[in-house]
Structure formats: C-alpha cells, structure tokens
C-alpha cells in the first residue's frame, strides 16, 4: 500500500475536528492539566461524564515534572497515597513515618493515561483566554490556540458551554482572575476578591488546600495550588499530595452538583 500525504492530513483533520465538536458542550471543563486538574478529570470522566482539559502548554503535567528544583521526585503524605495507589502509580515509603515518594515522570504520565482513558479528552496547546456569563453564573469557557497567544494575533477566540469550570491552573489562578477583572469584588471568598498566596508553610498548606477547594463563584470551582492562591493559603512547597487530593475533592463535590441538577 502506497501511503498518501493528503490522506494522512485528512485523517488528523477529520478525527481532530470530531474531537473538538463533542466537547462544544461539556459537563465539566478543567482548565490546567497539572495534578489536580488531571486527578479531576479522571474522577470525574470515570463517573460518565463530559469532560475536557484545556492545557495551555504543549505538555501536560503542570509542574509535576520537575518534582523538586528538577529532582524529579514527588513526595506524598498517607493520605494521598491512596490516589497514586488507585492510579497504579508506584510510590516508596521514605525512613521518615508518614512519607512517600514516587518518580514524578511515572507519576504525570501515569494520571494523564488515566485521566484520557476514562473518556476525559485533552485539549494541548489551548490557552483559555475568558469565561462565557451569564449574569450570575459562568457558563463556558473562550478558548484560543497558545500559539496565537504567544504571537500576539488579533485573533478572534472560540467557546465552549459547560455546567461547572475548575480553575486548576496553579499560582496563576487565570480563569478566577478573569472573574474577578469582570465582576470586581463578588467572589465567595471572605474578602469578594482574590486573597493571595502566602508563604511556605507545608503543614498548614495541605490542610488549606483541601479545605478552600470549593465553589469561588457559581459554576466555577477552584482547586489545586489555585485554591490557595485564592483563598489566601500558604504554599506548600514540592509536597504533591494535597494537589491529589484537592483534584478528588473538587471532582466528588461536582458530581453531587451535577446529580442533584439534573
Ligand atoms: C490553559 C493554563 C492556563 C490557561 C495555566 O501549576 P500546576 O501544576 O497546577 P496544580 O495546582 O495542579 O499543581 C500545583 C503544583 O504543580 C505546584 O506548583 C506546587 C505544589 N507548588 C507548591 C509551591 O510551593 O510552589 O499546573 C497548572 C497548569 C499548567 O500546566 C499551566 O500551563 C496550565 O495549568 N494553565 N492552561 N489556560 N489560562 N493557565
Ligand atoms: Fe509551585
């Protein structure tokens, strides 16, 4: 068999575009595909519903891949064990009690295999630029290529409706920045705005996380590193455990939403 350039093209084309129209209209659209965004979309694709990543980069992985300043092993505490337990990602118990540890290469491309095979599909090189509103509630998400972003084109961006957003994108916390730039002072955080990261503090940092992974304003969710960029915590420093469990957490707390919506 002779191959074909064009029929090459239209294949990739053809099954892209395919791709693309079954996400116009989502459950859940996971903004960043770091931990917490892939462990969400993972739960959540694995309960049967609609789900996409948009990842800025060309990679996924957040900032998982580097571990430590580049020593690319993660360290988890007990509790999040069980995640990488449950995805199959193979952790060692460290001397200290209560420690574990696991190659953050076989961690990021294990959960991201996960995530896709439970039906979540993942949108590479896809910056998301601004939320759809209505006036109350974010209803979608406006999407541009990465790459018209980094070359500054004047281009015109596309949309996707969805019932519920997570802003897992990290210190930069962009989709609850953008809310925030269009409705001043109305975010369900003590303050109505965004109260910032605060120091290292590993101990406090994981309990935070967990506890300010929650709704930030309506139909969007806020989890991961994120969650404490908005609510005011303090960082955590290499510890990945409590971004494992926030990615859970926010998935769970979806799908009661999601159940009694419906
Ligand atoms: C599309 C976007 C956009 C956008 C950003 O930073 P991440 O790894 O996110 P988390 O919260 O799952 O994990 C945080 C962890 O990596 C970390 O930094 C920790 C634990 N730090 C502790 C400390 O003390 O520093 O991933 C976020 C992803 C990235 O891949 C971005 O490229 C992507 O989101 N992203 N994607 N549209 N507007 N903004
Ligand atoms: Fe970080």
Known sequence: MGLDEVVITRAIVERFFEKLSGCLELDVAVVGAGPSGLVAAQRLAHAGRKVAVFERKLSVGGGMWGGGMLFNEIVVQDEAKRILDE?????????????????????????????????????????????????????????????????????????????????????????????HRKVPGRLLTPSGNIDGEKSMWSDEAEKLTLENTREVFPGLYVAGMAAN????????????????????????????RLKAES
């Open 87 to 179: 995805a199959g990602v193979r952790s060692k118990p460290y001397r200290e009690a209560g420690y574990h540890t696991a190659d953050s290469i076989e961690a990021v491309s294990v959960l991201t295999s996960r995530a896709v095979q439970a039906g979540a599909v993942v949108f590479n090189a896809v910056t998301v630029e601004d939320v759809v509103m209505r006036p109350e509630r974010v209803t979608g998400l406006v999407i541009t290529w990465t790459a018209v972003e980094m070359a500054g084109l004047h281009v015109d961006p596309l949309a996707v409706r969805t019932r519920f957003v997570i802003d897992t994108t990290g210190h930069d916390t962009e989709v609850v920045k953008v809310v």
């Open 229 to 256: 960029a908005v609510f005011g915590g303090p960082r955590m420093g290499p510890i990945f455990g409590g971004m494992l469990l926030s990615g859970d957490k926010v998935a769970g707390e979806i799908l009661e």
